[in-house]
């Protein structure tokens, strides 16, 4: 049966996300912090899988970001990103992470707000 390039790319970033989520695992000494972009935004999150609970986020979407940016999809908007969450992980005395890229290659956005978070002193 003949299948969509729609629906063939999605059943692709399915198993990818499957093949990743098999290695990584977020513990409440060491979480998970997911990222997701979008062609507007970027988002990230900070997962304890073991409990299932979010414990801290970000994203580009926040007033924080749009005043210090004026276009949210960039590089420039990752770092800061990344620096906003750094904040919020050091206020919850969280130094060590699990870095989850998602179905993303690690280049381009997703390494600056990496790059960010490691130099806000967040270790992974």
Known sequence: ???????????RKQRIRKR???????TPEKPRVLVVKSN?????????????KVLASA???EK???EKTKNLKN???CSILGAVLA???KEKNINNIVFDRGIYPYHGRI?????ALRAEGIAF
Do not use: F, P
Request: glycine fraction near 4%.
């Open 1 to 11: 049966m003949l299948k969509s390039k729609a629906e063939i790319k999605t059943i």
């Open 20 to 26: 990743i989520r098999k290695k990584l695992k977020g």
């Open 40 to 52: 507007r935004y970027v988002y990230a999150q900070v997962i304890d899988d073991l409990s299932g």
């Open 59 to 61: 994203s580009t979407l």
């Open 64 to 66: 924080e970001l749009k």
């Open 75 to 77: 590089k420039e908007a």
């Open 87 to 89: 904040k919020r992980l």
């Open 111 to 115: 390494k600056v707000l990496a790059e």
